[in-house]
């Protein structure tokens, strides 16, 4: 049973996949629909990779002794993983707003369909275009960095000066405690003398 299993789980994955969709010759396929196919791909292909068969080698001795709880626990691995990665993905969409700005370039594409003139270019010059573009990125990020560095360093300035009061209390109060001690030392001969000329026979 376990073998049958593995096979639907992990074997013959690498070239199949969920049916899809047949595009008419001409038709602009939409760039996040071909995130989520990318992202289907690699997870069938990570599936097969990760087959059954081979988890049972690496577990050769769960497998003889526990075949169904072997079948589970691959079961459950396979799930998490899948559902991690797209998790991963979700959420790395929905941070840098990737459908948005794919969504934006495919309409960027499907309006320059129409026309005949050269793609518009600030100077000409790829190179200049594209560091006129990334030079203010980079410098803000340069400018956010040093921000936090400047707010890391005061914030250890202040948390030295602390350490630094610290030890100066440390010190008043030893100076204390020892000044403490001498006094109680003096008196403490102190008593001992009285008690010596007191005790004296006249």
């Given at each position: 049973m376990a073998e049958t299993r593995s096979s639907d789980a992990g074997g013959g994955c690498e070239g199949e996949g969920p049916p899809r969709e047949s595009v008419p010759p001409g038709t602009t396929v939409p760039r996040v629909k071909l995130l989520d196919t990318l992202v289907d791909t690699f997870l069938q292909k990570l599936v097969a990779a990760g087959s059954y068969q081979r988890f049972t080698d690496c577990y050769k001795r769960l497998y003889q002794l526990q075949p169904e709880m072997t079948q589970r626990i691959y079961d459950k691995f396979i799930t998490q993983l899948q559902t991690s990665v797209r998790e991963e993905i979700s959420e790395i969409k929905a941070e840098g707003n990737l459908e948005a700005v794919l969504n934006?370039?495919?309409?960027?594409?499907?309006?320059?369909k129409d026309q005949e003139e050269p793609a518009w270019r600030p100077s000409g010059n790829p190179e200049a275009d594209l560091r006129s573009a990334l030079v203010p990125y980079f410098r803000q990020q340069r400018d956010?960095?040093?921000?936090?560095?400047c707010k890391q360093e005061a914030e250890n300035r202040r948390l030295a000066e602390a350490v630094v009061a610290?030890?100066?209390?440390?010190?008043?109060?030893?100076?204390?405690?020892?000044a403490r001690q001498q006094a109680w030392q003096a008196l403490h001969r102190e008593q001992k003398e009285l008690v010596a000329v007191l005790g004296e026979p006249e």
């Open positions: 934006a370039l495919d309409k960027i594409v499907e309006d320059r956010a960095l040093q921000r936090h560095v610290g030890r100066q209390q440390v010190q008043e109060l030893q100076q204390r405690g020892q």
